[in-house]
């Protein structure tokens, strides 16, 4: 596997992040929903890097029989969301390749009728995006490759890999023979 981003790179780039929301949200009512299952490695070094009062909560999104590449039915489930009514809503996700799933959880999260709503990314596929929205903060662009690690999953696996790495077709035959 080759390494894309490395673990020094990742904390300095979520130590800027964490100092960007600390002065955008300083004073007002900052709540960090992290998207289940990707996010939560993302979740746990930011919220530390942030020192203004925050509430951290979780929503699941999963995108059923897709591939690789391509994204299935989208389905989001909101059961552990808390009271959001007036909060100012940061939806934090792992990574935004299409921004199918961006938009969704868009849509999900407005029915909490929170005051504003953001959204913060570690990873950018700038070349596949494919809806009207944009991360409103993101870690780094990265290029059109399948990457793993720092949450980042293949077939569930991979994710606490403490840097992001590219999976190559090597590795890929290597896991699905190993699965
Ligand atoms: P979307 O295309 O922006 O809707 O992204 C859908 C989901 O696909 C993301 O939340 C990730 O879980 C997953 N995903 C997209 N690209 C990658 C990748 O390179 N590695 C691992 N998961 C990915
Ligand atoms: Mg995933």
Redesign the pocket.
């Known amino acids: 596997m080759r390494t894309l981003i490395s673990e020094v790179e990742i904390d300095a780039r979520v130590k800027e992040l964490g100092a960007i929301l600390t002065a955008k949200y300083a004073g007002r009512p900052l709540t960090i929903l992290g998207v289940l299952t ?1 996010s939560i490695v993302f979740l746990a070094d930011l919220i530390r890097a942030t020192s203004t009062p925050l509430r951290v909560a979780l929503i699941q ?1 999963a ?1 059923y029989g897709g591939t690789r590449t391509s ?1 299935g039915e989208l389905s989001i489930n909101n059961a552990l969301v808390p009271d959001l009514k007036g909060r100012d809503v940061v939806i934090l ?10 938009v969704g959880l868009y849509e999900a999260v407005r029915e909490f009728e929170p005051n504003s709503i953001k959204s913060a990314v570690l990873l950018w ?1 700038t070349a596949r995006t494919e809806v009207d929205l944009e991360p409103d903060y993101f870690g780094f662009k990265i290029p059109d490759e ?3 690690g720092y949450g ?3 077939n569930d696996e991979f994710r606490h890999l403490p840097f992001i790495g590219i999976m190559e077709d090597e590795d890929l035959q290597q896991a699905a023979r190993q699965s």
């Not at 996700?93 to 961006?102: A, C, E, R, S």
Request: no cysteine; aromatic share 14%; glycine share 10%.
């Open positions: 990707g999104a995108s994204p996700d792992d990574i935004f390749d299409t921004g199918n799933t961006m596929k399948f990457v793993v980042l999953d293949y």
